[in-house]
């Protein structure tokens, strides 16, 4: 079985822009946001001195890209 990652996704109405949550993660994933079939244990995304958990990096940055992606559309949106 592979990991399970989890993400908060915030929208901030004051900039309506999408974005992750990092502080949201922290406090409804107090044992940290990938899920371990394996050991059904809670692990952090972040392993210290550069080194991410499986694939943590990469799908952080897509799930960002994807994000400013959206926001970017929903800005081309308000100017019609």
Do not use: C
């Not at 929208?11 to 949201?24: H, K, L, P, R, V």
């Not at 550069?50 to 990096?57: D, I, K, L």
């Amino acid at each position: 079985m592979s990991l399970v990652h989890h993400y908060v996704v915030m929208f901030d109405e004051s900039t309506n822009q999408w974005s992750i949550d990092i502080d949201g993660e922290e406090v409804a994933f107090p044992n940290g946001t990938i899920y371990n079939p394996m050991t059904r244990g809670w692990q952090y995304g972040y392993a210290g001195d550069g080194n991410f958990v499986g694939r943590e990096q990469e799908i952080t940055e897509q799930l960002s890209q994807a994000l400013d992606k959206w926001n970017s559309l929903l800005k081309t949106g308000d100017n019609k």
